[in-house]
């Protein structure tokens, strides 16, 4: 069913504020304005005129539970009343160690070892540091380089927009001012391999890690890949002496099906990172989790071997808190059940878009559909027509794509597909 209307409210805050603002990804001189929003819960986005949105994008895939769910919200305010946070350098708090313990019980040994920051990008920077060091520190300084893949996105700081695909428009400015690193056709079948082994004969002694978006590469198109690609890129490092990072930010905490992507290819990375659902959507925290191995290099009577990082709100322990209550709602609510459920849902309900002129493809894994368009996208044209539709779906590149809560209701998960359904058709009759 559609969302409803609701009684508007006084926006002045908009007017007088907006002129202030820069916004991320977006050409402030020819976007339309963005859309005002003035509360949100379960899967729907209040805006200040009144319209409901239903939510099919789970605010960049964070709000897994959905948005303002009872239980994280007095975890908060339940740590607001003792303390909102304290720096992480010599001191430590429970909500922190908690949050440590809790992530690596659920990854597989030797994943033992949790750094916490602020976001997703910086929790990559971190990765990739301890990737370099880690070679520093055993006399192997000139394994300084990180391979990572075409269709691949890890972030928009320096280090993560080097591993990052060289051509994609985010970060192609950069290209001159970067770490030059090697980015490569992410191998799929055995002659890729073969090709990748051949780069690894001759490159892989100045290389530190491989860096990988298990599964699915988000940022980058949504592109799917099978789970031996994994396992075949793990025998890689293993052969070469390469460590493996796998940046979860976007596929963890359920999105693919299992409660990790790398639980599919049952194999263990050297190093991983985390972050998006991490706290359910409600603020920002990171992990970079490391191998008992990696960590150990770090161990030394030389200072200089420390990793030398520390974010200023490093384990945040309003967002620790936010992150324990998200960790309980995995283990009380059927959470992977019901990723298994839209999963079959999209499968289904997104088939008829194989008939709309200029769709070339439909991919779902998870709790995540896409769908493939060919020509002109007209993205600001589609954005808007969602909103008039009742939803908050936001297309970019040549998809259209649904990364829900993971609790959505069917009746509401319906709703979104029928308006890709509507929305593409429609687009797809436009010169």
């Given at each position: 069913m559609p969302p409803k209307s609701i009684e508007s409210e006084s926006c002045t805050w908009f007017e007088d504020g907006f002129p202030h603002v820069w916004l991320p990804y977006t050409q402030m001189q020819t976007t339309p304005p963005p859309t005002p929003?003035?509360?949100?819960?379960?899967?729907?986005?209040?805006?200040?005129?009144?319209?409901?949105?239903?939510?099919?994008?789970?605010?960049?895939?964070?709000?897994c539970h959905g948005y303002n769910h009872p239980h994280i919200r007095a975890a908060v305010a339940k740590q607001l009343d003792v303390m909102p946070h304290v720096m992480f350098g010599g001191l430590v708090h429970e909500p922190a160690l908690l949050l440590a313990n809790r992530i690596t019980d659920v990854l597989p040994n030797p994943l033992s070892r949790v750094f916490f920051s602020e976001s997703g990008s910086v929790s990559v920077e971190i990765a990739l540091k301890m990737a370099i060091q880690f070679w520093i520190n055993k006399g192997r300084p000139e394994r300084n380089r990180i391979i990572s893949f075409l269709g691949g996105y890890h972030g928009d700081t320096f280090g993560a927009m080097s591993v990052c695909d060289p051509e994609e428009g985010m970060h192609s400015l950069f290209k001159s001012t970067l770490v030059e690193q090697h980015v490569l056709p992410l191998p799929r079948n055995a002659s890729d391999f073969e090709q990748f082994e051949k780069f690894l004969q001759s490159n892989a002694d100045h290389c530190a890690a491989v860096i990988i978006e298990p599964l699915v590469q988000g940022a980058g198109g949504m592109q799917m890949h099978d789970a031996v690609v994994l396992q075949r890129l793990r025998a890689a490092c293993n052969e070469w002496g390469l460590l493996l990072i796998l940046d979860e930010i976007f596929t963890g905490f359920g999105r693919t099906g299992a409660m990790f992507a790398h639980d599919e290819a049952r194999i263990v990375p050297d190093i991983i990172t985390l972050s998006k659902a991490l706290t359910g959507g409600t603020m920002s925290l990171a992990a970079t989790v490391a191998s008992?191995?990696?960590?150990?290099?770090?161990?030394?009577?030389?200072?200089?071997?420390?990793?030398?990082?520390?974010?200023?709100?490093?384990?945040?322990?309003?967002?620790?808190?936010?992150?324990?209550?998200?960790?309980?709602?995995?283990?009380?609510?059927?959470?992977?059940?019901?990723?298994?459920?839209i999963e079959s849902q999209l499968k289904e309900s997104l088939a008829p878009a194989h008939k709309i002129p200029r769709v070339t493809d439909i991919r779902v894994k998870g709790a995540i559909g896409v769908v493939q368009l060919s020509g002109s996208m007209r993205l600001d044209w589609m954005r808007t027509r969602f909103i008039e539709a009742g939803v908050w779906i936001r297309p970019f590149r040549d998809i259209v794509y649904l990364t829900p809560a993971l609790n959505i209701r069917k009746e509401d998960l319906s709703y979104l597909v029928d308006s890709v359904l509507e929305v593409v058709a429609e687009w797809s009759t436009l010169a």
């Open positions: 929003v003035v509360a949100t819960n379960g899967t729907r986005i209040r805006l200040a005129d009144g319209r409901e949105l239903i939510d099919g994008i789970a605010s960049w895939w964070t709000a008992e191995d990696v960590f150990e290099t770090f161990l030394s009577e030389d200072s200089g071997a420390a990793l030398m990082h520390g974010p200023t709100y490093m384990a945040n322990a309003l967002a620790c808190a936010a992150a324990n209550a998200s960790f309980d709602l995995f283990e009380q609510e059927p959470r992977l059940e019901q990723v298994e459920a």
